[in-house]
T-cell receptor, first 114, second 113 residues
Framework: EAQVTQNPRYLITVTGKKLTVTCSQN?????MSWYRQDPGLGLRQIYY???????DKGDVPEGYKVSRKEKRNFPLILESPSPNQTSLYFC?????????????FGPGTRLTVT | AQSVTQPDIHITVSEGASLELRCNYS??????LFWYVQSPGQGLQLLLK??????LVQGIKGFEAEFKRSQSSFNLRKPSVHWSDAAEYFC???????????FGTGTRLQVTL
């Protein structure tokens, strides 16, 4: 089944404790992206990757890191999480970045930072 | 930079009634336009998309949307709403630059029986 998977689905952590949210897709998509969803703000892009070893900042990259060493995986790293990073996170992927193609979303990771 | 406005934060309709969710975008040219639905506790699912051609597009679950260039709008419609349509709906635009989707703030649909 074609899908985007994220782990963990739920995470509660404390301020400053490094964490990684994994994202994997099995559709051989070149483009992958991370979004965060906050009430009243919709989804905002954190980082995106056009292909292996090619990443760039989205609209809200502060406090986050990413890497793209393999085509299928695009982990999101929070090196020192803070409470304002409490949010619902989505990973997405799509075919070659022509804009018109549908982005496929993972099920989301709900992160709480205390 | 492009932007998307969904003016209705929350809409309540009765089951069987018609539905229209509004979406306006700001961009100098015609962007690629999308509607996604997010059911409670779920990820986002594409309902439909528009990038050229016929301005009335059909999607899944009986939804349709009409692109109106003169109004910079891409409103989502459904003739008869079902209780299972209760969800949050997001309009999004992509100007073709790095596949960046810009989302509206969403409209939460409540369906009363």
């Amino acid at each position: 089944e074609a899908q985007v998977t994220q782990n963990p689905r739920y995470l509660i952590t404390v301020t400053g404790k490094k964490l990684t949210v994994t994202c994997s897709q099995n559709m051989n998509h070149e483009y992958m992206s991370w979004y965060r969803q906050d009430p009243g703000l919709g989804l905002r892009q954190i980082y995106y990757s056009m292909n292996v070893e090619v990443t760039d900042k989205g609209d809200v990259p502060e406090g986050y890191k990413v890497s793209r060493k393999e085509k299928r995986n695009f982990p999101l790293i929070l090196e020192s999480p803070s409470p304002n990073q409490t949010s619902l996170y989505f990973c997405a992927s799509s075919l070659p970045p022509h804009g018109r193609d549908e982005q496929y979303f993972g099920p989301g990771t709900r992160l709480t930072v205390t | 930079a492009q932007s998307v406005t969904q003016p209705d934060i929350h809409i309540t309709v009765s089951e069987g009634a018609s539905l229209e969710l509004r979406c306006n975008y700001s961009y100098g040219a015609t962007p690629y336009l999308f509607w996604y639905v997010q059911s409670p506790g779920q990820g986002l699912q594409l309902l439909l998309k528009y990038f050229s051609g016929d301005t009335l597009v059909q999607g899944i679950k009986g939804f349709e949307a009409e692109f109106k260039r003169s109004q910079s709008s891409f409103n989502l419609r459904k003739p008869s709403v079902h209780w299972s349509d209760a969800a949050e709906y997001f309009c999004a635009v992509n100007t073709g630059t790095a596949s960046k989707l810009t989302f509206g703030t969403g409209t939460r649909l409540q369906v009363t029986l």
